[in-house]
């Protein structure tokens, strides 16, 4: 038996050290390069999953996992969203149905499920004239008359308590690269506590939404149709060099496509009209426009991360008020979820308090999943602030959750990386091998509701750990 | 109970900071909500549902500040006015220290981070405890990395399934349990630095690799490579995985030109499979298994070497071409065991030795079991004769210091060498004892003065001694070389002037100490 017979050291010899930094030291004297990690051990809670995460490193395992998260890898670095169009979800989103109200995170029992998605939900129902009464409203959904389903299962975005009805237009956001479509609603308008945002109903969320079906919608259609589309990628590119880190701050990247969709209007609808009217007051009024966009194009991203077989990627994240949940590729479609956590943050008023505030509620999360928001903090100063915290410290999360990522997005070059990519791809191994967990921007809402500040927050390690659980158990007959 | 909102025109701040002056004019007292906002629509309908919103709010544009408190009354109203203006000018006062670019940056946590952005790391150093030694090294040797391990608490299996992914990724998995090793001329874990040269190393022992390299180095001859296999290699649960490699590498290596083979005596199973490995090996092999017998090793055509000395010897021979001539040095030693117990006194009747290094223990202890009947010892090497207690000497023992029972929660004794010095003053004080053996590693990684910290209590020992009528021998050998940074020239210098009998390896300073003692004990 022979091996490739050349000594595998080579020179020059350059070492990282995990342990006494005398080793590293002895190197260093004799004028080799030793680099000491700064290594921790793993939680506690994780000293169980340590032996079979050595074995999958060190078996045939690694090889197919590490094949099957290159796939992955190349699907975030070549994706190429577009925003095509604007339309009734129940036109464009494969498989919904017109009894059907969509809602944030993962899958809850409706006596579970926390008071302001109930409340959004019923809204819904009353939206689509489904039932006249919220009391009505409750007995369809007791029947199974009404379905509430999650936003995500149909590649839709739910911010907030992320109630989508069927007749409300969606963005439709297509990534190029494979074909992929994800969806998200705007937001609406000067009420951005509405209907699809925290749950709440009003006669003029009401008459805004239909404002957006007849008038804004069908205009805006038609221009990104004429137009064949908007290129978002480009958008958030030059954002994140411009201090966005695209969930909590897209200041940039909403000047730049209002910029844009302003000479649209022009040249699309030249002459004064009521349509035209009402677009223009609608992206005056509607300070976060890009963001539904932003959220839609890494959802239409993370479909094509979706079942790779092998893959550890997780391909989603978000949370209903009470639980959070993630999706990892090689298990589909199955949830893995925890207690949903809290904020820690910033609050618009003076004397709120934690306990105000409803645990993570939302989809925008899934911006998280592309190595924005949380990934990206080092691209965002003003964020960094958020947390009354130093840029040094944003660009410490960043670099911390590096250790934790597949890739580094050459989408997104994040200037206070020296240029380098933002962290993207979370792979549970990492994040099972580490205990460091993906921190999440985002809003912060109150139990009634309403938006109150704006934090971070960490995936609950339980995720991870169910996830790699079912993971060894359906793929790796580790015995 | 006032609310008032204040328009500050074509006044911008960024929300962000907002929030944070916000919170801040929440603790001025009287005031019992404070919200800052561009006057945009939204954040009009955020100051109504926070129940901050006051008419003359509604005048303001989007660039435009609204300052909305919530108050007791006027007075407090004007003082937090005061405050609000006051934090919104300190807007651009920096904070000092702490933050910048450069906070956290180029600290890896893990492997994986620390490869991304390091481009050419070749080889992992690993002394974490076992139970994550194993996880590590999995993930180096799956980015590609050497592993060199000095952790030793790891199973058998887990040991396999090391060094089988090693061979399959065609890289070193040098350990559990390594302590020296030297490849590309780079001394790695507790080693010396010897000159290049044509001898190539394999060894499952961290110190007898170390002196086989000295003793080859005082030759005049130099090292291709010494790949550590860690102490278990060539137990039939491992196998010989690391030592088969590494045979292949050294055969295949074309700076090297003469193998060396150590190892405790191997596994049956293992052993029969490494010697026909050796057998076809197309280079001479010098196999030294400590303890061993010669047959199957010359049976398999490896020349067979009981002591690292010979090892050196017959390995520099067979480099140079030339015949091996075992030299017989025990006439100079006679005269100095004759100089020695002639001043010992009555009682001085055994020998303790106290080793750093546990194979030079196991070495020292088969060069005097001809000379002396019972050795005492915690190396496990003559079973009959374990200590009850490691603590308390018996006859003639000898001690490793660098196990388990003497290092608990510290570093080795190569490294530390406090339990070697406390053990040396008990042995020294017991007035049975007529010669102290000891041994001196050093190297990279080792203690930056080895014998100068020991120089002072064997001088004072010694002196005692002296005092109460006796002669106490102490008997040393050096395992370094001029090119360790502590430099075993002056390492040499501080031994001899303390009065230690220094000799030039392990072996004939066993053979020395042994005598000494075979001759108390007959006188």
């Known amino acids: 038996m022979t091996t490739n017979p050349t000594i595998p050291l080579t020179t020059p010899v350059k070492a990282v050290n995990i342990g006494a930094e005398l080793f590293a030291d002895a190197l260093r004297t004799q004028g080799v390069e030793a680099i000491q990690l700064q290594w921790q051990p793993p939680p506690a809670a994780l000293a169980e999953f340590q032996g079979s995460l050595a074995k999958m ?24 969203p577009w925003w095509i169009d604007m339309k009734p979800a129940i036109e464009v989103v494969p498989g919904l149905k017109r009894n059907m109200i969509l809602k944030s995170g993962p899958p809850l029992p409706w006596e579970k499920s926390c008071p302001t998605q109930q409340n959004g939900v019923i809204n819904g129902i009353l939206h689509e004239g489904l039932a006249d009464t919220p009391e009505a409203a409750v007995e369809l959904i007791r029947q199974g008359k009404v379905e509430v389903a999650s936003a995500n299962d149909y590649a839709i975005v739910g911010p907030g308590a992320g109630i989508l009805t069927p007749s409300m237009i969606v963005n439709v956001v297509e990534d190029r690269a494979t074909g992929k479509r994800g969806f998200c609603a705007p937001f609406e308008g000067p009420n951005q506590g509405g209907l699809c945002g925290w749950g709440t109903y009003s006669p003029e969320i009401r008459r805004f939404l239909l404002e957006l079906n007849d008038t804004i919608g069908p205009l805006l259609s038609r221009i990104l149709r004429a137009e064949g589309g908007i ?18 701050r897209q200041d940039a990247e909403g000047l730049i496509l209002i910029n844009r969709l302003l000479f649209l209007l022009m040249k699309h609808e030249p002459s004064p009209s009521a349509a035209r009217d009402a677009c223009v007051d609608f992206l005056e009024k509607t300070e976060r426009f890009f963001h539904p966009i932003g959220m839609a194009s890494a959802m239409s991203v993370t479909q094509s991360l979706k ?32 207690p949903s956590p809290q904020l820690t943050g910033m609050y618009l008023a003076s004397d709120a308090k934690a306990g105000d505030t409803l645990p993570w509620i939302g989809d925008s999360s899934v911006l998280e999943a592309v190595g924005l928001g949380g ?14 915290r130093t840029f040094g410290d944003a660009v410490a999360q960043s670099r911390e959750l590096a250790e934790i990522c597949l890739t580094a997005n050459r989408n997104f070059l994040v200037p206070a990386l020296d240029y380098n990519g933002s962290p993207t791809g979370i792979d549970i191994l990492k994040v099972l091998e580490t205990g460091i967990l993906p921190a999440i921007h985002g809003g912060m809402i109150s139990k009634t509701g309403l938006r109150v500040g704006a934090g971070v927050a960490r995936v609950p390690l339980a995720c991870f750990s169910g996830a790699f659980k079912t993971y060894l158990n359906q793929l790796f007959k580790i015995q | 109970m006032l609310i008032k909102c204040i328009i500050r025109t074509n006044e911008y701040h960024d929300s962000v900071f907002l929030m944070g002056v916000a919170r801040q004019a929440g603790q001025i007292p009287g005031v019992r909500r404070a919200a800052l906002g561009m006057g945009t629509a939204m954040n009009k309908g955020l100051l ?91 993930k180096a040797l799956s980015q590609g ?7 030793d608490d790891i199973s058998y299996a887990d040991e396999v399934m090391l060094k089988q992914l090693a061979r399959e990724k065609n890289l070193l998995m040098m350990g559990p349990g390594c302590g020296v090793a030297f490849v590309q001329q780079v001394a790695i874990g507790l080693a010396s630095k010897v000159n290049p040269g044509a001898i190539g190393l394999i060894a499952a022992s961290g110190s007898g690799l170390q002196e086989t390299m000295v003793q080859i180095d005082r030759l005049g001859e130099g090292v291709s490579h010494a790949i550590g296999t860690g102490g278990r290699d060539l137990r039939d649960e491992v196998g010989g995985l690391a030592t088969l490699q590494a045979l292949d590498l050294l055969e295949a290596d074309a700076q090297t030109k003469v193998i060396v083979l150590i190892s405790k005596p191997p596994g049956a199973k293992t052993a029969a499979a490494v010697l026909e490995r050796v057998r076809v090996c197309r280079k001479p092999v010098v196999v030294n298994f400590i303890g061993g017998t010669p047959e199957s090793v010359t049976a398999a055509g490896a020349h067979f070497a009981a002591t690292f000395g010979e090892t050196a010897e017959r390995a520099v021979c067979l480099a140079r071409g030339e015949a091996f001539k075992p030299r017989d040095t025990d006439a100079d030693l006679r005269e100095i065991v004759e100089r020695e117990t002639a001043a010992h006194a009555a009682g001085q009747r055994y020998l303790r030795g106290i080793f750093c290094g546990g194979t030079l223990a196991e070495e020292a202890m088969m060069v005097m079991r001809p000379l002396l009947s019972e050795i005492h010892s915690n190396t496990g090497l003559l079973p009959e004769f374990t200590l009850k207690d490691v603590r308390v000497s018996e006859k003639h023992t000898i001690i490793d210091i660098g196990t388990e029972d003497f290092t608990r929660g510290r570093p080795h004794a190569a490294i530390d060498p406090a339990p070697r010095i406390e053990r040396f003053a008990a042995e020294a004080a017991d007035p049975s004892v007529a010669v102290i053996l000891l041994d001196f590693l050093l190297g990279y990684g080792c203690h930056d003065d080895p014998c100068g910290i020991m120089a002072g209590p064997i001088a004072g020992a010694i002196a005692n001694a002296k005092k109460s009528g006796r002669r106490l021998s102490v008997v040393a050998s050096i395992c370094g070389t001029e090119l360790d940074p502590q430099r075993a020239s002056a390492q040499l210098r ?25 001759a108390a004990q007959a006188g």
């Not at chain 1, 045939?60 to 099957?68: E, H, L, N, T």
């Not at chain 1, 550890?312 to 979820?337: M, P, R």
């Not at chain 2, 549902?49 to 108050?71: C, H, K, Q």
């Open chain 1, 375 to 388: 990934f990206a903090a080092a691209a965002s100063p003003a964020v960094a602030r958020l947390l009354g």
């Open chain 2, 145 to 151: 990395l050497n592993v060199y391990m000095f952790s």
């Open chain 2, 48 to 138: 109504k549902d926070m129940e901050l919103f006051e008419e003359s709010a509604d005048a303001a544009s989007p660039n435009d500040l609204i300052i909305a408190l919530r108050v007791a009354d006027e007075n407090t109203l004007a003082a937090a006015q005061a405050e609000v203006e006051r934090l919104l000018k300190e807007k651009y006062a920096a904070k000092s220290g702490g933050g910048g670019f450069q906070c956290g940056a180029p600290a890896h946590r893990t492997i994986a981070a620390a490869c991304a952005k390091e481009p050419g790391l070749n080889l992992a150093l690993i002394s974490l405890p076992g139970e994550y030694a194993v996880a590590e090294a999995a």
């Open chain 2, 494 to 518: 501080k031994l001899l002037d303390a009065g230690v009998i220094v000799m030039p390896g392990n072996a004939q300073a066993a053979q020395l100490a042994g005598m000494i003692a075979a």
């Open chain 1, 231 to 248: 290129a978002v990628r480009q958008i958030i590119t030059r954002g994140v060099e411009m201090g966005d880190e695209t969930h909590t």
């Open chain 1, 57 to 80: 490193r060190a078996g045939k395992s690694a090889q197919r996992i590490a094949a099957a998260n290159g796939r992955a890898i190349a699907a975030l670095n070549a994706a190429d």
């Open chain 1, 307 to 338: 079942n790779i077989e092998d893959s550890t990627i997780v391909t989603t994240l978000c949370g209903n008020g009470v639980e959070y949940g993630i999706k990892v590729s090689a298990l589909g479609d199955q949830w893995f979820t925890a």
